[in-house]
């Protein structure tokens, strides 16, 4: 495998990063203009989230061509030229695949309805529905009126599921991942990749029997084992992780276990404190038995803020987020950032239900009211777990709209980013983002000292990591706690020390 490890990927969600048309909608010319800005940050690569063309009833996971870039964002020579920019600046392009499902606008759903004798053998259909739930809530099977049958999807109703068994769809598949490959694409991100071996009539859902082989086909008549691949793949263990990565699968995958620590039996609705004991097994976990490339994820674009969901994102946010950068960053593997998260943005908690967007969100909210919730008990669940939280646009300045547009942009601006913006921080020399920046350095240049065994401890409020070089104590907690440390250190989360005692939300690490 080429080198592929120690890497530094940073997400953007083209919708939300920074338009330059005024229509209130990202594009990738806005992305052009801020690569020196992810360059100084230290990034190698950009995982851009899908800008195919796009009905986008769920922000663009819905695709309805594969080969063209939606109008929204720019055409296909944009996205040409954004490769041959970053290249430049020494980052790689990863394109996010959603291979799983298509829109139901794609012209193969449309021949499908049709009947088409080709097409209607690329999706699933069943006379009858079963018990699958989509992951949006309510049944996984739509009717079709056209067709007198039911089609599966996982997803939304405007999300049908392809069929992976059919040789031709998966033919059709590689041809387009290669399209891009030759356009010059490094990387791939693989949306819900464990859900295509999915044997429906079972009740087989993740990681089936045939996944495996399809992963294989897929890797060598593609990116094969040259570019960077991170498949999605919630709550896949250790050795599941393992089985799919390597030369004939992916460089790595999201198993989300750190992130649905939270989650109460599974629902992550439903949130229970952390428990920090738990944290720390996962990471010994990941850390010290797995042989294959972690890929360190705190953030991303359907989750909440992890600042706002663990620690405390008002009174100290700014050392909420340098504590949970220093834990991470001091990881082995690759750091995956997600837009804003280098500058400590947080939750947007909009109180009402008109300002959000997202389809699971909106899904959540019928849901909860059909079973005669409280209006402010549903809102405290949203405003707390929506996707939208981390949708909201990218804060770049104190001026309207955050600088992010000069239209009505799609999404509500947080409003705090008269507070929480790229301008003020990186002019600020203990800011989140300078000390995002010292951290992606140490780990560039000192990769060795990271990629050590580790032992991690807890007594519930302080974790502690110890490498062989270097010993990291972090208060989980808003209180003082005394500790004995000793040693040089090496990175700090307030401007002065406080001789044997951890602040609320202090960290502190040691070199040895
Ligand atoms: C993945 C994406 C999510 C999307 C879903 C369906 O989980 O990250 O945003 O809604 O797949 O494509």
């Not at 009905?55 to 929204?72: A, F, K, R, T, V």
Request: proline fraction near 2%.
């Amino acid at each position: 495998m080429r080198n592929l490890e120690n890497k530094v990927i940073y997400q953007i969600y083209p919708k939300s990063f920074k338009d330059t048309t005024g229509n209130g909608y990202g594009d990738i010319q806005g992305i052009i203009e801020k690569l020196d800005y992810l360059q100084d940050l230290g990034v190698d690569y950009i995982w851009l989230s899908p800008c195919c063309k796009s009905p986008q009833n769920d922000n663009g996971y819905d695709i309805s061509d594969y080969m063209q870039i939606d109008e929204l964002f720019g055409t296909n020579d944009d996205y040409e030229n954004l490769i041959k920019e970053a290249k430049k600046r020494n980052i790689k392009v990863m394109m996010d695949l959603v291979l799983n499902h298509t829109s139901s606008e794609h012209i193969w759903f449309k021949k499908a309805l049709e009947k088409d004798e080709k097409y209607y053998n690329y999706y699933i259909w069943r006379d009858k529905p079963n018990n699958i739930k989509s992951m949006f809530g309510g049944s996984a099977w739509s009717y079709s009126e056209e067709v007198g049958k039911y089609y599966l999807r996982l997803f939304d109703k405007t999300q049908p599921d392809l069929n992976w068994e059919n040789e031709e769809v998966r033919k059709d598949l590689y041809k387009m991942i290669n399209y891009w490959i030759n356009k010059g694409v490094e990387g791939f991100r693989l949306d819900v990749i464990d859900l295509i071996g999915k044997e429906p009539d079972k009740m087989i859902l993740g990681k089936g029997p045939k996944f495996y082989e399809y992963l294989k086909e897929l890797n060598n008549n593609t990116f094969k084992d040259k570019l960077l691949t991170v498949g999605e793949c919630w709550g896949s263990s250790i050795e599941e992780s393992y089985k799919m990565c390597n030369k004939d699968g992916l460089t790595q995958a999201f198993h989300f276990t750190y992130q649905c620590l939270t989650n109460k039996d599974g629902d992550k609705w439903n949130q229970t404190k952390l428990d920090l004991s738990k944290l720390c097994s996962i990471l010994d976990t990941w850390e010290n038995e797995y042989k294959g490339i972690e890929a360190i994820v705190m953030n991303n674009h359907d989750l909440p803020r992890l600042i706002s969901l663990w620690l405390n994102d008002k009174e100290y946010r700014k050392e909420s987020a340098k504590l949970l950068i220093t834990l991470f960053g001091l990881l082995k593997g690759n750091l995956y950032i997600y837009q804003g998260e280098e500058i400590g943005m947080t939750n947007a908690y909009f109180d009402n239900i008109d300002d959000y967007i997202d389809v699971e969100t909106l899904n959540k909210y019928n849901e909860l009211k059909e079973k005669n919730i409280s209006e402010d008990k549903i809102m405290d669940i949203i405003k707390l777990i929506s996707r939208d939280n981390a949708r909201v646009p990218m804060q770049w300045d104190n001026i309207e709209n955050a600088g992010f547009t000069k239209g009505k942009p799609w999404l509500k601006i947080n409003k705090n980013y008269k507070e929480i913006n790229v301008a003020k921080d990186i002019n600020s020399i203990d800011s989140i983002f300078n000390y995002y920046k010292n951290i992606i350095k140490y780990r560039k240049e000192n990769y060795s000292k990271i990629d050590s065994k580790a032992i991690f401890k807890t007594d519930g409020k302080i974790l502690t990591m110890e490498k062989d070089k270097f010993i990291l104590y972090a208060n989980f907690s808003d209180q003082n706690i005394n500790i004995n440390y000793k040693g040089n250190i090496l990175f700090k989360n307030y401007n002065n020390i406080k001789e044997n005692i951890l602040r609320a939300y202090e960290v502190l690490v040691f070199s040895k």
